[in-house]
């Protein structure tokens, strides 16, 4: 129970540094993209026989892929928040300082 309970902080902990930084956000949804891309390419080519033998190994096809986009979609989604919220700080920290002087 206790290494468990340290994986999932050691989980929060990566996810909190790797979503903190814009330029680490961004490798991330890069790479998600990535894959998402070759699971789709690997899936309409040369997979196409493969997958289209069985409705249940399409159906699980289709679902890796749906969860990859929307996986990508909400990334790409919290990084366009983020950064709206980083560049109002800056906006707000230029206006404290006009007033400062």
Do not use: H
């Not at 309970?5 to 996810?15: C, E, G, K, T, V």
């Not at 993209?33 to 399409?58: D, E, Q, R, T, Y």
């Amino acid at each position: 129970m206790n290494s468990q309970s340290s994986l999932i902080a050691l989980s929060i902990a990566i996810a909190k540094v790797t979503l903190m930084e814009r330029a680490r956000r961004r490798k991330l949804i890069s790479g998600v993209l990535v894959a998402l891309l070759v699971i789709f390419v690997l899936g309409n080519w040369p997979l196409s026989k493969w997958l289209g033998g069985s409705p249940w190994l399409m159906f699980l096809w289709l679902g890796g892929c749906a969860f990859l986009a929307l996986f990508l979609a909400l990334l790409a989604l919290y990084d366009a928040l983020s950064v709206v919220k980083e560049e109002r700080a800056k906006l707000e920290l230029g206006k404290e300082d006009q007033t400062e002087e």
